[in-house]
């Protein structure tokens, strides 16, 4: 049964529990949330599915609950193994990567547990990090930094865990780890090539001299691509290094020009930190006419729909009719833009940028 057959009676009660409790924003969110667990109990759910449902949505609220003060704040999130030892250079490039990026003020995100998670804590401190732990029988515990900062939420199921991981950060770093950390890789990549989630940076990092990534970067050039399973530019988005440097650039540098995007129509509106001159559109439009369905990328101002929610109305933009069927392509014409002339210093984000 859909929550639209739920009986008007009820939808009623709804407004009126919602009036009593003194939700005033987003009603129709709220109410459809509360519709939907309605609907659950008129389609006699089993109780498995109830318990499923219940937890999740429970571990989304202390989620979001947990980053809202720090929603304004950019943030990175480090994937690693748990296993990895604190006199293991992996370790060590966890650390110097996160206290890079905590000293260009961004907020590191891990999974709060031991290894790569406690590396990344140590190096971007208690005061700049943040934790998704998994309830797990050898990983019960936040590590001690995370502990310290009492700035982590548990999770009982790693779906929700990855969502958290993933939804509040505008970069990714990869640290050599094992089926968690290639399954959360492999994710990121995933939601990027499909443009599910909106651009952002991806970093594999190495320890100094390190194979891990170039042999998977072998794999994928000797088996992927010539399979036809993905495109040959897949891999592109990615970042490998062995730099730590190199890492933390290529995260901040990302959003040295970009701010955000939002569809209008058919049409897509990359909002800007520096307008574009004359000269660098018409070289834009020379180099990425092949990702257009038609006409020019342009200048703009804010279109009705985001003058109707206030979205980004002080940043300049641009619109183009991008093919959707390309928009995995789209971080090639975002690094473009960053690499404008007119592009100001790479500094960190505003996290409120985004659809």
Known sequence: MSDS??????????RALMQDAGITADQDLIARILATGIGLGLDDTDRLDLKITSAALTEMRAAFRLFAPYRDVPKVT???????????????????V?????ARGWFVVTGAGPGIMQ?????????????VSIRLPFEEKPNAVIAEADRVVAMKYFFTRKLMLVKESRGFVCVPGGFGTLDEMFELLTLQQTGKAEPTPIVLLDE????????????????????????????????????????ADEITGFWRNYD???????????????EPTDVELNDLNARFAH????????????????????????????????????VGELFHLIRALGALGSAPPATPPDAQGGA
């Open 119 to 131: 590396a990344a804590a140590e190096g971007a401190g208690a005061a700049h990090s943040l934790g």
């Open 5 to 14: 057959l739920v009986p008007p009676e009820v939808t009623d009660d709804i």
């Open 78 to 96: 480090i994937f690693g193994s748990a296993r990895t030892r604190p006199d293991d250079a992996l370790y060590r490039a966890a650390a110097d």
């Open 260 to 274: 955000s995007l939002r569809w209008i129509g058919r049409r897509l509106v990359l909002r800007l930190r520096a």
């Open 208 to 247: 100094p001299g390190g194979g891990f990534w170039t042999a998977f970067r072998g794999y994928v050039d000797d088996r992927l691509i010539p399979a036809g399973v993905i495109s040959p530019d897949d891999l592109d988005r990615v970042l490998i290094t062995d730099s730590v440097t190199a890492a």
């Open 291 to 326: 990702l257009l369905t038609q006409g020019r990328i342009e200048r703009t101002v804010p279109r009705k729909p985001e003058l109707e929610d206030a979205d980004r109305l002080d940043l300049p933009r641009i619109i183009l009719h991008f093919d959707q069927r390309r």
């Open 98 to 102: 996160a206290a890079a990026l905590a």
